[in-house]
């Protein structure tokens, strides 16, 4: 019985070595780790509201965008309070603070319509609701701008979807164009460029979420970009979105199309964290961000793959995982 149980262990250990990284997830020691819904941000209703992006401050305060009202809204976690902030001039998707406590919001545009920046300083955000009027736009010709992350010096990378682009502007405003070449493999899906994320090493962190990529590049001291370099590709990672370094140094994305949150290690080594069927609490989750512990993210609720149709569930919300310490130091530190 124990001589069946093993030789069935080491197969399993060669076939998912060798053959498919895929397997690291189910036949691992990790449990699946559960995801819960933080606040749903319309109670009334399963459908009909729709957010990308989500960030958070200095206080754990987290930030979202209702992309057809165009409302703003803060949720604290601590206390479950939701604000409506204000109305923004134009929907807009990604989101990130600088340094300074000031909010960047992008807004890609389509259809004939330039893509934007919009940015909120730091003392609108101070107390309660503000007027629209505080909402200014900080940069311009910035097409399909949709994931942003700051580097060490305050200049903001914006990613720009199926165009390819990643754009740069610096504190001042003044913004240039790289073209990374970086591809499409499904033409159902033209989205490029996505999420990004600056890892301890420097380097840009860049989601495809057309071919199931996360490729990394350099910048160099001059500000200019190096080669694209592979750092993880797995069928996992189809639908990647939004990506953060999680406290364990690990790269967590939002598999969007996949209702998944997947794990890539510092190797490189894909594995699924959570995943669920369109009943949610994942509801095509597109955007991560970390307070201590705890990743929370936001609910998209588009139909599409795992999460179609998008009728069951509980509708555009933030979710959250609460990471176990022995998910931690487990993983392959490569
Ligand atoms: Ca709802
Ligand atoms: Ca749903």
Do not use: C
Not at 54 to 83: A, C, H, N, V
Not at 247 to 257: F, I, R, S, T
Not at 281 to 310: C, K, M, Q, W
């Amino acid at each position: 019985m124990r001589k069946k149980v093993m030789a069935a262990l080491a197969a399993t250990m060669i076939a998912g070595a060798v053959a498919a990284p895929a397997m690291v997830a189910a036949e691992g020691n990790h449990r699946a780790a559960e995801a819960s819904i933080a606040v749903d941000l319309d109670p009334a209703s399963a459908s009909g509201m729709r957010i990308e992006g989500l960030t958070g401050d200095k206080q754990g305060r987290l930030y979202t965008i209702d992309m057809d009202s165009r409302r703003l809204f803060r949720f604290t976690p601590g206390t479950g309070q939701l604000e409506t902030l204000t109305i923004l001039p134009r929907p807009a998707t990604g989101m990130a603070f600088d340094g300074q406590g000031n909010l960047y919001m992008a807004s890609g545009g389509g259809n004939g319509v330039g893509g934007v920046i919009l940015r909120v300083p730091a003392d609108a955000l101070a107390n309660g609701p503000f007027e629209s009027g505080r909402v200014a736009t900080f940069a311009q010709d910035v097409d399909g701008a949709n994931g942003l992350a700051f580097d060490r010096k305050g200049n903001l990378y914006v990613s720009g979807g199926a165009t390819g682009n990643i754009y740069v502007i610096t504190p001042q405003g003044q913004r240039t164009v790289w073209a990374s070449g970086i591809a499409a493999e499904r033409p159902e899906q033209p989205i490029t460029v996505n999420g990004l994320a600056f890892g301890r090493d420097g380097r840009l962190y860049i989601a495809n979420t057309s071919s199931g990529e996360i490729n990394r590049v350099r910048i160099k001291k001059d500000g200019t970009f190096g080669d694209v370099e592979r750092f993880a590709k797995d069928p996992l990672l189809y639908g990647a979105d939004g990506i953060a370094f999680g406290p364990d140094g690990d790269l967590y994305a939002a598999a969007n199309e996949r209702n998944a949150i997947v794990i890539i290690s510092r190797s490189g080594k894909v594995k699924e964290l959570a995943a669920n069927d369109n009943q949610g609490p994942l509801e095509f989750p597109a955007s991560l961000h970390f307070v201590g512990d705890t990743l929370y993210i936001s609910n998209f609720d588009v139909a599409r793959g795992a999460n179609s149709p998008n009728e069951p569930g509980i509708g555009a919300s933030i979710a959250k995982i609460e990471l176990e310490k022995k998910h931690r130091g487990h993983h392959d530190k490569g």
